[in-house]
């Protein structure tokens, strides 16, 4: 019900734009976070998208958008000034969290397949 796209090879410095499109879900419905899991480390929330609000991982934040089409059922993640450290699987998931929750895994309950990032330096 959850795919995301648009991960791949960048130089530090550059830009990538994620995609998450869902299917049987409804943005109306559902809040979209995005974490990330970088090799040997847990998996961390990097963002989140309900209505007009959105949160960031202190990590990301001046450096990430999140943003939303409903009309589509699609969030995006653009990834701007990106760094090795920001090389990872970037995961989207659907869920309800309270807004001071919402980088908890166990608060969503749909996930995608995950998208790969690799940030050369």
């Known amino acids: 019900q959850l795919q995301a796209s648009g991960g791949g090879l960048v130089q530090a410095g550059g830009s990538l734009r994620l995609s998450c499109a869902t299917s049987g879900l409804r943005l109306v419905d559902y809040g979209i976070g995005w974490f990330r899991q970088a090799p040997g480390k847990e998996r961390e929330g990097v963002s989140y998208i309900r209505g007009g609000n959105q949160y960031y991982a202190n990590s990301v934040k001046g450096r990430f958008t999140v943003s939303g089409d409903n009309a589509k059922n699609t969030v995006y993640l653009q990834m701007n000034s990106l760094t090795s450290e920001d090389t990872a699987i970037y995961y989207c998931?659907?869920?309800?969290?309270?807004?001071?929750?919402?980088?908890?895994?166990?608060?969503?309950?749909?996930w995608g397949q995950g998208t790969l990032v690799t940030v050369s330096s």
């Open positions: 998931a659907a869920g309800r969290p309270v807004a001071s929750a919402w980088f908890i895994n166990s608060m969503y309950y749909y």
